[in-house]
């Protein structure tokens, strides 16, 4: 089935120690998103590619990057995380920019921060 | 984005229908209502959208009001499996720089019991 695959699904990383997460898809789609979700809180976009366009939403800590070598994979990048970036780390997807309504997620890699 | 109103939490008893309320008093003429649900552990999974006419699929049906200021999503018989937090979005449906976005609101968290 086609889908959206995150790996690993649990991380352990040190404060401060950069970590990267991964997400792949086989769905073909152009767009890909990156959520952060803290305990009991919604989802929260940190940034999108629009095929290799990276768009970044204002309030995203600069501690944050993202890489998207091709249109199957998409990494998050955390520089140095802190113990406030411990969270749920969401990627979706959706078809194309003209058809972002429906996203397809991913199950979510859980990071804790030591 | 309009911002949305829903009640934190809400049961059902497994077979009969859920009735999941939004409030969405300041939504635009070009925005539309989505709605997302989230099961433990699991990324968001789309549900349906709608503009102003009622709204059909496999998982559920979306009711929006007249004047566009609330809909209902409704799930015709609930399971176990429906246990999850429903979030409630209005957005414009095209993309269009951070206007095509999602942004997850506080939801309902549906309990089915048996």
């Known amino acids: 089935d086609a889908m959206v695959i995150q790996n690993p699904r649990y991380q352990v990383t040190q404060f401060g120690k950069p970590v990267t997460l991964s997400c792949s898809q086989t769905?073909?789609?152009?767009?890909m998103y990156w959520y952060q979700q803290k305990s009991s809180q919604a989802p929260k976009l940190l940034f999108h590619?629009?095929?290799?366009?990276?768009?970044n939403e204002a309030d995203t800590p600069d501690n944050f990057q993202s890489r998207r070598p091709n249109t199957s994979f998409c990494f998050l990048d955390i520089r140095s995380p802190g113990l406030g970036d411990a969270a749920m780390y969401l990627c979706?997807?959706?078809?194309?920019?003209?058809?972002?309504?429906?996203?397809?997620f991913g199950p979510g890699t859980r990071l804790t921060v030591t | 984005d309009a911002k949305t109103t829903q009640p934190p939490s809400m049961d059902c008893a497994e077979g009969r229908a859920a009735n999941l309320p939004c409030n969405h008093s300041?939504?635009?003429?070009?925005?539309?209502v989505y709605w997302y649900r989230q099961i433990h552990s699991q990324g968001p999974q789309y549900i349906i959208h709608?503009?102003?006419n009622n709204e059909t699929n496999e998982m559920a049906s979306l009711i929006i009001t007249e004047d566009r200021k609330s809909s209902t999503l409704i799930l015709p018989h609930a399971t176990l499996r429906d246990t999850a937090v429903y979030y409630c979005?209005?957005?414009?449906?095209?993309?269009?720089?951070?206007?095509?976005?999602?942004?997850f609101g506080k939801g309902t968290k549906l309990s089915v019991k048996p």
């Open positions: 300041t939504i635009s003429g070009n925005e539309y």
């Open positions: 709608g503009l102003k």
């Open positions: 979706a997807t959706s078809r194309d920019i003209h058809q972002t309504y429906e996203q397809y």
């Open positions: 769905l073909n789609h152009n767009v």
């Open positions: 979005i209005v957005r414009v449906s095209n993309y269009g720089g951070s206007q095509g976005n999602l942004i």
């Open positions: 590619y629009y095929d290799k366009d990276f768009n």
